[in-house]
């Protein structure tokens, strides 16, 4: 099995006010806000949707300060990947940095950060089915 890409999994949208963000795209677009949470740790504030089959992510502060505008960027691209380990001695090998595969947020799933060679934009791998999950009995 190699490394290879097989689409993008999700992007990330970061703002001062994920709600507020994940809302205007909601109405301007035409998709539903299917979850919502806040992330174990850091208590960002988080909303997904699907478009097709990429997942949208919008990020942001569980507690949004008054600002005058609401200000967001592409925060991060991630791609699917059916051999994450091999994903990032690939990268390595081209003399790029990359983090260690580590556990996501989403179930099974392994997730590793480029660090280097993006351009500026944040990017990841994730490989899901990579951590045996125990069937309930």
């Known amino acids: 099995m190699g490394a290879g890409a097989t689409n993008i999994d999700h992007i990330v949208i970061s703002s001062n006010d994920s709600a507020a963000t ?12 299917k979850r919502t949470m806040s992330r174990p740790g850091t ?12 997942v ?3 990020a942001g502060p569980g507690e949004v300060k008054p600002y005058d505008e609401v200000k967001s960027r592409i925060g ?20 790029y940095e990359c983090g260690e595969a580590h556990p996501a947020i989403q179930p099974g799933a392994k997730i590793a950060t480029v ?5 500026g934009v944040p990017f990841a791998f994730i490989q899901y089915n990579a951590i045996p999950q125990e069937s309930p009995a």
Request: charged residues 20%.
């Open 76 to 95: 991060g691209l991630v791609l699917a990947v059916t051999d994450i380990d091999a994903a990032v001695a690939a990268v390595r090998a081209a003399g």
């Open 56 to 58: 949208l992510e919008f």
């Open 43 to 54: 208590r960002a504030h988080l909303e997904f949707a699907k478009l097709d089959e990429v």
């Open 115 to 119: 660090k280097s060679g993006t351009g």
């Open 22 to 33: 994940a809302q205007l795209f909601s109405e301007n677009f035409g998709f539903p806000i």
